[in-house]
């Protein structure tokens, strides 16, 4: 008897565990699954921070010793961009400290000042393929066409998306 009473409160145990694992708040899910884009930005924004810094500081180095015009304007051009990626992260972290505690109002002006920060970062790569085109024609110009192309399907794939949206919008109203 014992020993179906021990058996039983084990089959308990694991019932009531897999139930709780069923039934799990949204908030407990794995995180991974719940990374909003956001979070995604951000992670691309850092990428190219470090990039950016990266560049700078060999490229940089490398300016000092074999001058060329276009390496300075290209390493000018991502200079410039580079206080707008740190304001980014400010304007991120300070949402996340501030998450729920900002207005309507406030939200949507720090989401527009991000997307500026974010469009401005992006102008870094210009730069980048400035120095890509400066180490060689063929890889400036394919990285220029393969950019381009990148754009242009990012575009394409976002349409019918958007299209969706705009019509399960009008439904809704």
């Known amino acids: 008897m014992l020993k179906q009473d021990i058996l039983l409160r084990i089959k308990q145990k694991f019932e009531t565990r897999a139930y709780q694992i069923d039934h799990m708040s949204d908030k407990s899910v794995n995180v991974e ?24 500081l060999f490229q940089g180095i490398e300016q000092e010793s074999d001058p060329k015009q276009i390496r300075e304007i290209a390493l000018s051009i991502i200079a410039a961009t580079l206080p707008f ?11 996340l400290e501030n998450n729920g505690k900002l207005s309507t109002e406030m939200t949507n002006r720090l989401d527009r000042a991000s997307a500026v920060c974010q469009l401005v970062a992006y102008l870094s790569l210009v730069g980048v393929g400035m120095m890509w085109y400066n180490i060689s024609n ?6 220029l066409v393969s950019t381009v192309l990148a754009i242009l399907f990012i575009r394409i794939a976002m349409a019918p998306v958007e299209a969706e949206e705009i019509a399960s919008t009008t439904q809704q109203l």
């Open 33 to 56: 699954s719940r990374t909003s884009s956001q979070d995604k930005r951000w992670t691309i924004m850092a990428a190219l921070l470090g990039t950016n810094t990266a560049v700078m």
């Open 85 to 95: 990626q740190g304001i980014y992260f400010l304007i991120y972290t300070y949402m």
């Open 138 to 143: 063929y890889v400036g110009i394919f990285f």
